[in-house]
């Protein structure tokens, strides 16, 4: 009898942990993404983003015409600048991502193909000052090749300059960033590099830890505001990647575990 009620206890006892694990995963995950709404929100609402891609253009443009003061200066000139949340907006893929409980690259090639992704405020202008300038623009995105005819279609639709094949530098498997950053200042002097994503500057910081990232940024302090212009991203980037360690493979639960870990509190 004894045996009986201790198997019957232990029973209802696993079966308790086994639920409340269930509740747990259902609570934290019932939508894997709605961590990521007041990032959005602050992307698509704040009037503060759309005053800091101002206030970042204003203050690139302002350094371009330093750049071009210095007569002693030769070769040709190009801006650099990555394309997604640089000049491209796509926290509509972002929203999506939240509402439709999806997560990239979940339904990014179908965004991308639409064409429909705005000019982030003050980016065609500068972009324009620039190529009037006889300079040349320089877009190098880890977009994909194949997105490169939507692609180049989405930024002459929102009216940037030189978005031709010439200027437009996709991702192959055989290409990086660093190699097609090379490849202009061969020819180029490069007077602006511009990207939301420290690895549109330096192949210093790809697939880094938090740590690191930290103290190669602080290290190359005196590039930033200068030669490295960095535009707001609160809703995806290498940054969050390194929280999770750069593992792909982790469940939600363990990234959300993660996430609460690297908060720092008092
Ligand atoms: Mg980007």
């Known amino acids: 009898m004894k045996k009986l009620f201790l198997l019957i206890a232990t029973t209802a006892l696993l079966a308790s942990c086994t639920h409340t694990t269930v509740e747990k995963e259902k609570t934290c995950c019932k939508n894997s993404n709605e961590f990521m709404t007041m990032a959005v929100l602050y992307h698509q609402k704040a009037a503060e983003t759309k005053a800091i891609y101002y206030q970042t253009f204003n203050w690139a443009k302002t350094l371009f015409e330093n750049d071009l003061a ?9 801006v650099v600048v ?13 929203a999506k991502c939240i509402l439709s ?3 990239y690259p979940d339904q990014w090639n179908e965004w991308c193909s639409l064409g429909k992704a705005d000019a982030l405020p003050g980016a065609v202008e500068f972009l324009k000052f620039v190529a009037d300038s006889k300079a040349d623009v320089f877009y190098i995105t880890n977009r994909s090749e194949k997105l490169r005819e939507a692609t180049r279609n989405n930024l002459k639709a929102q009216g940037f300059p030189q978005a031709d094949d010439q200027h437009l530098m996709m991702k192959t498997d055989s290409t990086n960033k660093e190699l097609y950053r090379n490849f202009v200042a061969k020819s180029y002097h490069i007077c602006l590099l511009m990207g939301d994503n420290l690895s549109d500057f330096t192949n210093v910081f790809d697939k880094r830890s938090i740590e690191t990232r930290n103290h ?43 996430r609460k870990a690297n908060l720092v509190q008092y």
Do not use: C
């Open 82 to 94: 990555d394309i997604d949340e640089t000049v491209l907006d796509n926290s509509p893929y972002e």
């Open 216 to 258: 190669r940024t602080d290290s190359l302090r005196n590039e930033f505001g200068r030669r490295f212009i960095v535009m707001p991203n609160t809703m995806y980037g290498d940054w969050e990647m390194a929280v999770y360690l750069n593992n792909t493979k982790l469940s939600e639960h363990e990234k959300d575990s993660m």
């Open 70 to 78: 210095d007569k002693s200066i030769k070769q040709k000139r190009a």
């Open 101 to 103: 409980n999806i997560s």
